[in-house]
């Protein structure tokens, strides 16, 4: 094992973040259109929660669904260099870049951090994921159990090159049986009860 980073780590964010939204409207309005309800539209909903905000937006904004509906669709050129820019810096300017500079068949790293209590108020502190460039990529990644932090489980992801899956569930599979770091799960007193049925 030796010790590697992404080289263009970050600065796919921006470009992701326009993919992201562009594809979320396009993918609800797809669904809203298939369903018998009032609202078909982004826009449509937008509206709603604003006339709606006592309740709608007690604990959220909706800011990103704004950003969302300001974007043009899948067909503009904005959007299309957005997303050959994401997948370039986080395929072959990333994951390809690393795995070459080091000679590694994949890139091993704690999936996420420890779990969190989500806050309702605040909102949650998200500190990020290791399986983000393989994401953005479209390359494969393969998150096998690393063991439990407080009785929650953490997870190890392994990533690849683009094609790579046979290689990277040959490696996961390793990892697994040496390790056997799998632990069952089970409810926390930290979570809630489900409702004992008859």
Do not use: C
Not at 40 to 50: E, G, P
């Amino acid at each position: 094992m030796v010790a590697a980073r992404i080289p263009s780590a970050g600065q796919w964010d921006a470009a992701e973040l326009r993919v992201l939204l562009t594809e979320f409207k396009a993918g609800l309005e797809r669904y809203l259109a298939t369903r018998q309800a009032p609202l078909r539209t982004l826009a449509q909903l937008i509206a709603f929660n604003r006339a709606h905000a006592d309740t709608e937006l007690a604990q959220f904004d909706q800011a990103l669904l704004e950003q969302a509906q300001a974007n043009r669709g899948l067909d503009d050129p904005a959007y299309l260099a957005a997303r050959a820019q994401a997948k370039r810096l986080a395929g072959p300017d990333g994951i390809d870049a690393a795995l070459r500079a080091q000679r590694l068949d994949a890139l091993i790293a704690p999936s996420t951090g420890r779990a969190w209590k989500t806050d309702p108020l605040h909102g949650d502190d998200f500190p990020g994921a290791s399986y983000g460039a393989a994401a953005v990529a479209g390359y494969p990644s393969l998150t096998v159990p690393m063991g439990a932090s407080d009785g929650l489980p953490l997870g190890l992801v392994f990533i690849g090159r683009a094609w790579s899956e046979p290689r990277l569930i040959e490696l996961g599979y390793a990892y697994e049986h040496r390790s056997r770091a799998r632990t069952p799960p089970m409810f926390l007193p930290t979570l809630p009860q489900a409702k004992q049925h008859p």
